[in-house]
């Protein structure tokens, strides 16, 4: 889906990796082609950084972040039970340390308890 979405908003390759530095990832064109063809999950801040760089929207990339972060979840739950049934174990690719990307991963959470409070002071 990270592919299809890359293509669709005309970005190329060369521009994302101009551009991811400014969302605190460094890549390469050919970890970031690796990462676009592969059924890892990259991490949060990665996540963000190319979305942004693919001008996707603060909305939908708060998505984003919401669904890696219950596939993270649901992979983490998995590994604890040794008769689930995984098709494919999903690893992680991490460009940060983990507390950057504990903090990555909290940020759906974060907004979506401050959308609330918000939509509750406006009442």
């Known amino acids: 889906m990270l592919a299809e979405t890359r293509l669709r908003s005309g970005v ?3 521009e994302i990796v101009r551009r991811t530095p400014a969302g605190g990832v460094s890549m390469s064109k050919t970890s970031l ?8 999950l ?9 979305l942004t760089a693919c001008k996707v929207p603060d909305e939908e990339i708060r998505f984003w972040l919401y669904h890696r972060a219950r596939l993270e979840l649901a992979r983490e739950r998995g590994a604890h039970r040794p008769d ?13 340390s983990r507390t950057q990307m504990r ?9 979506s308890v401050l959308t609330i409070v918000m939509m509750l002071v406006q009442r």
């Open 84 to 96: 689930s049934a995984a098709a494919r174990p999903v690893r992680t690719v991490s460009y940060g």
């Open 33 to 40: 082609q690796k990462l676009l063809t592969s059924q890892d």
């Open 12 to 14: 190329s390759l060369q």
């Open 103 to 111: 903090l990555m991963a909290t940020l759906p959470i974060v907004a």
């Open 42 to 50: 990259p991490s949060a801040e990665v996540l963000r950084a190319i």
